[in-house]
């Protein structure tokens, strides 16, 4: 158990719809960072926020969008969904250390039909 | 830009047999490498990371890693192999400023005959 918790394990939606995915960080981490895990991208980095402040941005398509609050947890919004947007949506938190190992959560999967 | 990458997709060993699995990185200084696990359905755990130091560094489930910087390589080993480690195998590489993000291999598919 890495101590993340990521809700819900499993959504099922259709195109055009708008979901979020709920991250929680292992206590006393500042850092989240989401990844999107699909069979012809692989692992492809997202957001990253740190205490509140988004502090890095990766691939991350303009019809996504992440925050995260003052108790620390985060949130991935997802919107006008595509049937390319099925994935495995990872979140990984990481202490004060600036290049700390992350630790990953179980992932929620995303389908879209 | 920092990149990893994992040449073999699909790697199929005995069990009790020897296996490395090949990691090859591209960044600018010296990168801090990881290794990490998912079995199926699962998220994904860290076998062993490189900071600074000793070059060969060792992991949970008997793994351990060697980074040759002359060859921009951080192979995972494992002298005998358990069924239970068939998994994908991902190898990372993450720069040392701030908000540097962890940048992924395509990941290495492990398979174990009895």
């Known amino acids: 158990d890495s101590g993340v918790t990521q809700t819900p394990k499993h959504l099922i939606t259709a195109t055009g719809q708008r979901v979020t995915l709920r991250c929680s960080p292992r206590?006393?981490?500042?850092?989240v960072y989401w990844y999107q895990q699909s069979l012809d991208q692989g692992l492809q980095f997202l957001i990253q926020?740190?205490?509140?402040?988004?502090?890095a941005k990766g691939n991350i398509l303009e019809r996504f969008s992440a925050q995260q609050f003052p108790d620390l947890h985060s949130e991935l919004n997802l919107s006008s969904l595509e049937l390319g947007d099925s994935a495995l949506y990872f979140c990984?938190?990481?202490?004060?250390?600036?290049?700390?190992?992350?630790?990953f959560g179980e992932g929620s999967r995303l389908t879209v039909l | 830009a920092q990149s990893v990458t994992q040449p073999d997709i699909h790697i199929t060993v005995s069990e009790g047999a020897s296996l490395e699995l090949r990691c090859n990185y591209s960044y600018g200084a010296t990168p801090y490498l990881f290794w990490y696990v998912q079995s199926p359905g699962q998220g994904l755990q860290l076998l062993l990371k490189y900071f600074s130091g000793d070059t060969l560094v060792q992991g949970i489930k008997g793994f351990e890693a060697e980074f040759k910087r002359s060859q921009s390589s951080f192979n995972l080993r494992k002298p005998s192999v358990h069924w239970s480690d068939a998994a994908e195998y991902f190898c990372a590489v993450r720069g040392n400023n701030a908000g540097n993000m962890l940048t992924f291999g395509g990941g290495t598919r492990l398979m174990v005959k009895p």
């Open positions: 206590s006393g981490d500042l850092s």
């Open positions: 990984a938190s990481s202490g004060g250390q600036e290049v700390g190992e992350l630790f």
């Open positions: 926020y740190y205490n509140g402040e988004e502090r």
